[in-house]
C-alpha cells in the first residue's frame, strides 16, 4: 500500500527513475551493422573505467555486440529525440535503419565498433564487453563493458567538470514518447562537514 499521499506507480515503476539519459548504441558483426535507444545504462566503476547497461535479449543490436564484443555509446542532445525514438521503436530485424535514416558511420574506433557520424554524437564511449549475463532477468542481459575510450565535444565538455550545462541540452527520456533535457546548473552546499 502506498503511504497516504503516494499513489502506487504501477506497472511502469521504472518511470519512477526517469528521466534518465538516453543514449544510441551502435554494433556491428557479420557484415550486419545497426544501432538502438538506450537509456537503462550507467557508470559502474572507475577502476578498472566500466560500464553497465540493461540489453533486451530481443534487440538485433544485442546479438551484433555479443556476437562483436565491441559497441559505442553514441551521446545526443534533445534536438535528435526523433531519431532516438525511431532508433529505440523500430527494430534492425524488420527495417534498415540506417539506410532508412540515412545514418553514417566511422570505423576508426579503437575497438572497431562503428560510432555514429551522422547525426553526429556530441560524445562517444567505446566499450568492450567484459561480461554478458542472461541468467539475472528474463527480458534483458545485464552488459558489464571496459570503456576502451571516451571523447566528447570539444565546445561543450570540459575534462575537469564536464557538460556545459548552460549549452548542452543532453537528450533524456522521460516516458513513451516524451523526453527533456537539463535545465541549468545548480551548484549544491554540503548541509554537514565531514569529521576530519
Ligand atoms: C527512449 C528509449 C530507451 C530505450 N532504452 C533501452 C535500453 O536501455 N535497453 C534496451 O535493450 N532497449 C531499450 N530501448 C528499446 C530498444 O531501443 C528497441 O527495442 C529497439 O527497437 C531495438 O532495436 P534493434 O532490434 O534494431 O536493435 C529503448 C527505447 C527507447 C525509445
Redesign the pocket.
Known amino acids: 500500500m502506498a503511504p497516504r499521499g503516494y499513489r502506487d506507480a504501477g506497472r511502469r515503476w521504472y518511470y519512477v527513475l526517469h528521466p534518465?539519459p538516453?543514449?544510441v548504441?551502435a554494433a556491428e558483426a557479420g557484415g550486419r551493422v545497426?544501432?538502438?535507444?538506450?537509456?537503462?545504462?550507467m557508470p559502474f566503476s572507475e577502476e578498472p573505467p566500466r560500464i553497465v547497461?540493461?540489453?533486451?535479449k530481443?534487440?538485433?543490436?544485442?546479438?551484433?555486440i555479443a556476437d562483436s564484443g565491441v559497441f559505442t555509446v553514441n551521446v545526443y542532445t534533445v534536438e535528435e529525440r526523433d531519431f532516438?525514438?525511431t532508433?529505440?521503436?523500430?527494430?534492425?530485424?524488420?527495417?534498415d535503419?540506417a539506410a532508412a535514416l540515412g545514418v553514417l558511420f566511422e570505423r576508426d574506433t579503437v575497438t572497431g565498433a562503428p560510432r555514429i557520424k551522422q547525426p553526429r554524437p556530441i560524445a562517444v564511449i567505446e566499450a568492450r564487453l567484459h561480461r554478458l549475463a542472461a541468467d539475472l532477468a528474463e527480458d534483458?542481459h545485464l552488459a558489464v563493458a571496459d570503456v576502451v575510450a571516451a571523447y566528447a565535444d570539444e565546445e561543450l565538455f570540459n575534462p575537469a567538470y564536464g557538460w556545459e550545462l548552460r549549452r548542452t541540452r543532453i537528450a533524456m527520456?522521460a516516458a513513451g514518447r516524451a523526453?527533456t533535457t537539463n535545465d541549468g546548473l545548480y551548484t549544491a552546499r554540503r548541509l554537514i562537514q565531514p569529521r576530519r
Open positions: 534518465r538516453v543514449y548504441l545497426n544501432f538502438m535507444a538506450a537509456s537503462w545504462v547497461a540493461a540489453l533486451d530481443e534487440a538485433l543490436t544485442t546479438r551484433l532516438i525514438y532508433a529505440g521503436t523500430v527494430s534492425g530485424r524488420e527495417v535503419k534483458v527520456h523526453f
